[in-house]
């Protein structure tokens, strides 16, 4: 498959989103959820997933799809295992030493308990923040073969039913269920961690968005002749949905009980839906733009997402243990050289990433 580049701008404008979101400065307001209750989280995600399906729709041979499908999840595993390693490391002494709340609550547990943070967090038992979305997305690799499998077997609509009902189900506690049931087992060597620990992505939920994701890359893929252009009453419904929430969401507006339906975490049924309202809109105008705009650096970002992914989480990480949060914010000037210093670097491992991919041969797609 030949990389289509409006993909790869987009996955530069998330990584874009998420790095501000992350880093310590006033810009992590603007980088925070910008459009409504969406977050770069479910952009990345279904974005992926629309990738892997497009890129596997006609590869021959399980045995091909599956060996494809686990060295792409073994290379994620491998950068989040070296993200842990810096983060147990460096950032765990730079954090005691310097005496920040920031980095005790993001590695406390790894304080309290190193071995058994270690071993589980190697197991994907123990997720720290900022290094739970990896673990996500290596799990939805290791699955994603069984989608593929079912629904050439069974169709995907028992696919797509059965991932909506599991998605129903962690709406009303499927993770925590399980995960008392798994505690209460005595024979399972289970680490003494709070399920809070694990992560805060609900894998229950998020594997319906990456289902989603993969079926409609298949479709795109097997199909592409039979793609009817969206309908403007499709479009309008779309428009007044992602308004609607955008403007609910910038006013403050006080949700009261109604906030659970907003849940990032369990990907709860508004945000569901305001998700896929903004999806169906930037797939409208993504290519529209891309021929206007013609964004490179954003291409190169994209291109090379999963290095630069795992450099933001390395300069956030640094960021959160050399800069106090406890005393007055940084001037403009302070927050401009970390800005600068963060992007560059991002900006300067696309590169890297991209003269290597030159010399080895045309990059993959996924």
């Given amino acids: 498959m030949k990389r289509r580049p409006e993909f790869d701008s987009l996955r530069g404008v998330l990584l874009v989103l998420m790095t501000l979101t992350h880093l310590p400065t006033r810009l992590s307001v603007i980088g925070n959820q910008p459009f409504g209750f969406v977050s770069a989280a479910e952009g990345f995600v279904f974005l992926s997933a629309f990738l892997v399906g497009v890129v596997h729709a006609k590869k021959a041979g399980t045995a091909a799809m599956f060996k494809s499908l686990w060295s792409r999840a073994l290379k994620v595993y491998g950068y989040h295992v070296a993200l842990l390693g810096f983060a147990f490391t460096i950032i765990a002494a730079l954090g005691v030493a310097a005496r920040r709340p920031a980095i005790h609550n993001l590695l406390g547990f790894f304080h309290q308990d190193p071995f058994t943070a270690l071993w589980s967090s190697l197991f994907l038992l123990y997720c720290p923040p900022l290094l739970d979305i990896l673990p996500l997305y290596v799990v939805l690799l290791l699955l994603t073969p069984a989608v593929l499998l079912g629904a050439r077997k069974e169709g995907w609509s028992r696919v797509l039913g059965l991932s909506a009902l599991i998605w129903l189900w962690a709406q009303v506690g499927l993770k ?52 009817e252009p969206v309908s403007r009453r499709l479009l309008t419904g779309a428009i007044v949905v992602s308004l609607g929430f955008f403007v609910v969401r910038h006013l403050d ?107 080895m041969g045309p990059p993959s797609a996924s």
């Fill in 176 to 227: 925590r269920a399980l995960y008392d049931l798994l505690v209460a087992i005595p024979v399972l060597p289970w680490p003494p961690l709070s399920i809070d620990l694990s992560g805060a992505f609900d894998l229950f939920a998020w594997q319906f968005l990456w289902v989603l994701g993969v079926w409609m890359g298949v479709a795109r893929a097997t199909a592409p002749e039979q793609r």
């Fill in 253 to 359: 507006v006080d949700l009261g009980d109604a906030a659970v339906l907003f849940d990032k975490w369990s990907l709860a049924p508004l945000r569901l839906m305001n998700f896929l309202a903004v999806a169906l809109l930037a797939s409208w105008l993504a290519p529209r733009l891309f021929q206007w705009l013609r964004p490179r650096v954003l291409e190169a970002l994209g291109q090379a997402s999963l290095p630069v992914f795992a450099v933001h989480v390395v300069l956030c990480l640094l960021s959160l243990s050399l800069l106090d949060e406890n005393e007055e914010p940084l001037d403009y000037w302070d927050e401009a050289a970390v800005l600068v210093a963060t992007f560059c670097s991002m900006y300067f491992v696309a590169l890297r990433q991209r003269l290597a991919g030159r010399s």
